[in-house]
């Protein structure tokens, strides 16, 4: 999500990268957030409890059909 868990730029556009990454190099703050909510986000998504989610939901359906 731009501007909370990261920051999108256009594809194929180095100079709009290098300048979203000195902000970030210069904004210690806001890179510490997008951080902490990246992180947040990726363990919500793709972490172990989410895995385990999952796998029991497959067991589950093939239980059930």
């Known amino acids: 999500r731009h501007g909370e868990t ?3 730029v256009p594809p194929d556009d180095p100079d709009a ?4 990454t ?10 510490d957030r997008v951080a902490a ?3 947040q986000d990726a363990v919500a998504r ?3 409890q989410r895995h385990a989610q999952s796998i ?7 239980l059930t059909h």
């Open 56 to 62: 029991m939901q497959i067991y589950d359906d093939l």
């Open 6 to 8: 990261g920051y999108l």
């Open 22 to 31: 000195i902000d970030l190099l210069e904004d210690g703050t806001a890179r």
């Open 37 to 39: 909510h990246a992180r």
């Open 17 to 20: 990268f290098a300048l979203r």
């Open 46 to 48: 793709f972490g172990m």
